[in-house]
Structures are given as C-alpha cells and as structure tokens.
C-alpha cells in the first residue's frame, strides 16, 4: 500500500437548476470567456441559449469556438489558443462531453505559452506551467474529464493519440445536470458506460492491492453502471439513471480509486491506437477490447482478483473452481457490453484490420512495455487484438 | 433526489512519511504556527519532536496550546483564539484527534472576531466570516473533523454540547498517517468505529432516497469499518486495518455521501446529552443509542431499506418475512458493537441515569422534532433513552 495525495479541488453543481450560479463562477476568474463546444447539439437541446443567458446577466464577454470534435484535434487546440491570446481570455467554458473539455484543457494551457500545444503532447513533452483556469457543463457522462487532470487529443497527421495528466488541467467548476444528457442517443449511451467501466477495471485490476475501501466503491460504482445504463438506454430522460452514470463518471476517473496504485493502465492504450488509427468511439473500442485484455491476463496466481470481480459484481456464486468462476465473471461482462448494452462484440464488426495490428500495438507500447496488471508487450498487444478479431 | 454542491478541497497527505511536506503546506498561509494538541500522546509516540522538527526545519515560528479535552470545552477555544490575536498566528497546527481537531476550528474562527467564540455556538449564533486557515494531523480515526466543515463543542457551565457547520472550518490541509493511530487503544479504537458506522448510517437510513451509487458506498465504508476493527483492535500496528479506518473515517462525514439529502440526524443529537451530561466517550454512546434508535423507527413502510442494509451490509439472507429481516440486521450491528468490539450494551452500565432522561431529551430537541428518518419529538427521544437502559 503505497502513499498518495489527495487533492481534487474541482467544485461541483450536481442536479437540476444550477446554472443560476455559471455567471458567479465565472466572475471569479475575470470576465472573458472562451466558449467551446462540438456541433450543434448543445443548440437543439436549449443549453446554448440558457448558457449565453447567464454570460449576459453576468455582464460577461464571449467567444466562441465551436466544432471541437469527438476524439478532439490538435487543430482545434491551436485555434482556441490561439483566440485566447488574441481576445485576453480569462477563462475557457466548456460545454459537451469529454472531447470538448479535453479540448478545453489544452486550449486552456496553450494560451499560456508561445510554442504549438501539441508540443505538450509529442516527444518534446513540453512543461505545463499554466493554464487558464477551466469550466465545464458536463453534456455525456463517460470520460470524466469534468472532474480531472487528464486530457487525449489527437493529431492525424502523426497518426497519434496522446494523453496527459497535469493539475493545471483540473476544471475548476463544473456543473453536472444529469437531464443535459437525456438527449445522449441509447448507443452513445452505451459507450459512455463501457468507457466508466473500463476506467474503472483498469484500476481495480492491478498488481499490488490498495484499501478495500476502495475496492467497495469501485465494485459499487461497477454495479451502479450495470444497473442503470439499460435503464437510460431505454428511457433517456430517466433522471435517477442520468444522474447516477453522470456522477459515478467523475469519481470512475478523478484519482480517488487510484488512491496509491502506480500501475500503467492497459486497455486504454491499446484502445487509444484503434481511435487513433480509425476514429472509432472510445468507448465501443473499450468494450471489445476490455474481457479480452481480461481473459489474457487471467492466471492462477491473479484468479482471487477475477474472483471477488465476479461474486461482487455479478453475483457469481463462488466455488471451489476459481478458475470456472473468474471466467464466469469475464463472460458477464462481455454479455452486459454486447447483448444488454447491444455494442459491436468485434473487430470485423467495425472494419478494424488485422494488417494494421503490428503498427498499432507498436505505438501502444511505444513508451516502453505496459506495466499494468500483467506487464504487456508488442506481442502481447497484438494476441489481444488477435482475440478481437470475432 | 435534490441537487447539491460537492466543494471539499481539502488536500490530503494519505500514508507513512508525508510529514515532509508539512513545512511546505504551513508555510503557504504565512509564519506563525499555533500547534494545539490534547494530552501527552503526541510526545509518547514521538509525532510531537517529528512535527517541531519540521517546523523547525521550515523556519517557522511555533506557539503552543497544549491539553485541547475529548469534548473539547469553549475554555481551551477562548485561550486559543486569544492567543491567536497576541501572536498574530497565521495557521493552527491540529495535531490529534477530533477534539483537538474541532477546537481548533473555532479557535482559527474565534481569532477572527472581537466577541467570545460561544456566541458562535450559543443563541446568539454569530455568523463566521472567516477564519484562520487549519492544518490537521489526525491521530484517531473517528470523528471525520480532518475533511469536514463541522465542529462541536462543550460548555459544562451551560450543560451544553452545541455543533456547528461552517465552510470556513474545512482544514486546508490534513496528514493522514494510519501508524498514527498505532497506539489507539483497542476500546478508543472500538469508539471510534462506533462513531464512523454512526455517521454513514445517520445518512443511509434517510426518508428520502438518493443516489443508489452512494448507497454502495456507505455499504462499502460499513463493511470495511465491520471488517477491519476488531483487525485494529488485536493487532495496534496492522498498517493495512488502520489505513481503512482512516480514510473511511473521512469519508463517512465529509458531506459526499450526503450529497443532496437534507433530512437532519438523529443518533448525534441523541448522544450528545449524554456527553454533555456525563461527558462519556462521544462513540460509545453512539453504539448504545443507534441499534436502539433503528429499532424505534423501523415499521412497514421504511423496511425495505432496513433489509437492504442487512442483506448487503451483513450478508443476510433475504426472505419474504422483511420485518424478520430487518431485525437480523439490527441485531447484528447490536452484536459488533457489543460482542466484536467489546463496548458496554446499555445506560446501567456507563452509569447514566434516568432521571435526566426529560432534561436530555428536552435539549436534544431543543430546536424542535428532529426531522430525520422518523421525526422525533422529546417523548420519543425519552422512549429511544429507556430502551438503552439495559
């Protein structure tokens, strides 16, 4: 058990009605704002009209960038930083999902310095020392970018999908009205939650034990989305879904779970080259790619991890056959993602080649290899896409 | 299921040696430390000469305030923010347990104010503008006061035991070091985890609902409480035990698991008479009082949630008779307090008396029927008080 920091500052306005408070929050950090958002959904479900409401109460001064894409590019990052300095933005509102606050993010930090902000992401590594501070109304429960440090963005011309932690990425408020996602499409849905889960797994699964503390929450948070996900599919504007996916979404990911663990994460890279190379949704991505990494990881001397997943989670009734039952609890999962939830179960499915294997689980491992739950080579990257295949 | 705002920005140093960041933290609100802490455990384990050390090490000017009560008295919170004005203190050092913890909320409050520091508490209510900024070292884990707003305080010349909410009282900084809580004793051990279980189920047994995700989690916080303290109580230094009282002890009150219920707690305000005119251990009178308050507000219409918690706390089976259920919950909760962690079961024992039954039950609802989940007038109070008698 390892020592850690705890130091997640992010205030929250959770329900419905808050956005009375936008204008206050935003004061605080000076009075021009850079809004961004993604297309024009934000528009069609009122959110756009209501938030500029609140700017001009506020007597606040905007700007606008819209079009931030889904698995956000580097292009749109240079033009937001780009207006930043331009217009002496105080502060960067985003409004959508991950990929408008991950977009956010590096805008938010790209105002703050004189190279291109990809500079922050490609091998230069550049230091972050700033950013403008951020804001954020939350439009999809899946990342968990409203309430952390990280934030991907990809660069097609380099074929690369890069992500990166730092506190200056950290939302300073953000506003979470789980009736801004009734409008989320069942099958974005779906992604959202596969995404929550995998986040989720990537830390429970892990070579050294932390507190079982945590193990609890991670296993509530796990049967939070396997109970309500459906229920949200199948009834958008089910409030008490929305808001249980909305709020297990930030605590999935704002390192309170992490708490002392220092392993890689796995499925997240090897499924950030599927993004990369072919621009499909994270979250789909995630869901084939996850009982895969879990069923290739699975051996006798990690099972008791897979079993408590399984009695835990799903109910499984545990037995003298660790093995039997650990599996039972990979099969569940992969029935949840692919017959409750109705996702694509493989990569013929979405058109993923296996030609382009090697290169992906190249650049997967391209730091070195993973040390995650179990330490995963190129070779290993590429059995587990291997598996994917059907 | 109301809305509600999650702001706790409360840094936390979690684990074995992190007092080397201590000079650091302090020295971000300035140079005049007031250190309070309670009696000479500090010096015995030795956490005293490790702080001054680091003090030191800083270049920081220390004050002292040293024998802060369990049931700290507004005394010592007079001396304190009198102190405070003298030395032109910056920052008060909490190292301790709640009680020092909480006094030095309303010492860091009374510093900044020109009347007595019990108008804070007393009718008078006097607002709390500010106060001076609080760093926390904890040594025991009940009270959750390291990573909440509240604070309470005794006045025995008043017969008055008064808590108070205030954002102003969060601690700023706290250092979290489960070999810290080494030398608990196994019965203040036992107390405090009486206290943790009191506080989740204070929030758990609620006339509304909330988000089932948070139910999870107060599942996850009992069961680790009920896990690992009869661990803590056989083996002091069980680092693995001690860390999962810790952080639950956090947990259970920093107002997370609140999130948007807004029903009042009963257990807290029921046992505080008893401190406040017996001056027993805060967590031993919490053990007795709840199984006996559970009791008192179980019937058919609140007994879902009463067989919830057997069934997912306790591992109860479930069975079509709930009522049966619902009991063998509460028996069992009776039979970790008083058979797993020791504590005296009833009123005779600790020597509490019923003639004061109308007078501490007066006063326990001295601000009216106690809207929690099952409102509680003083007759209902006094009948709570005589179940606890044997």
């Given amino acids: ?74 292009e749109s990052v240079r033009t937001g930083a780009q207006m930043c300095k331009e217009h002496k933005i105080d502060v960067v509102l985003a409004v959508g999902g991950g990929s408008t606050i991950d977009a956010a993010k590096f805008i938010a930090a790209g105002a703050c310095v004189d190279h291109d902000p990809w500079d922050f992401l490609s091998k230069t590594w550049a230091p972050i020392h700033k950013a403008l501070p951020i804001v954020s109304i939350l439009t999809l429960s899946a990342t968990g970018s409203e309430m952390d440090t990280a934030a ?13 932690l730092d506190r200056n990425l950290l939302p300073r408020v953000s506003f979470l009205d789980p009736t801004n996602t009734f409008t989320v499409s069942p099958y974005q849905t779906a992604c959202g939650s596969a995404d929550i889960i995998s986040h989720i797994l990537e830390v429970y699964f892990a070579p050294e034990q932390d507190l079982y503390m945590l193990d609890c929450f991670m296993e509530g948070m796990l049967k939070t989305v396997i109970k309500y996900a459906p229920v949200a599919m199948k009834e958008p504007d089910n409030y008490e879904a929305r808001a249980n996916l909305m709020w297990t979404s930030s605590w999935a990911i704002n390192g309170f779970i992490t708490a002392g663990k220092r392993h890689a994460w796995s499925c997240h890279p090897i499924e950030h080259e599927l993004s990369a190379f072919y621009d499909i949704t994270h979250g789909l991505g995630l869901a084939i790619v996850t009982p895969r990494w879990m069923e290739y990881c699975l051996e006798e001397s990690n099972v008791d991890k897979y079993v408590q997943f399984a009695v835990n989670v799903f109910g499984v009734e545990p037995s003298q056959d660790k093995m039997a039952v650990a599996k039972k609890g990979i099969e569940l999962l992969a029935n949840f993602f692919f017959e409750t939830l109705g996702l694509d179960d493989n990569f013929t499915k979405i058109g993923i080649k296996s030609e382009d294997f090697p290169a992906m ?18 070779a290993d990257i590429e059995k587990i896409y291997q598996m994917c295949v059907e």
């Fill in 152 to 164: 991907v963005i990809t660069n097609f011309a380099t074929q690369e999908k890069i992500g990166r």
């Fill in 361 to 378: 689980a190249r650049k997967a491992c391209a730091g070195g290899v993973i040390s995650g739950f179990k330490p995963l080579a190129q």
């Fill in 1 to 74: 058990m390892n020592k850690f920091v705890y130091d997640i500052p992010t205030k929250v306005y959770f329900g419905r009605e808050q956005l009375s408070h936008l204008g206050d929050e935003l004061k605080k950090f000076g009075s021009r704002v850079l809004l961004t958002y993604g297309g024009g959904s934000i528009k069609k479900m009122g959110l756009y009209d209501a938030v500029l409401k609140e700017i001009e109460k506020a007597g606040l001064e905007l700007f606008e960038l819209s079009g931030i894409e889904p698995n956000p590019r580097i």
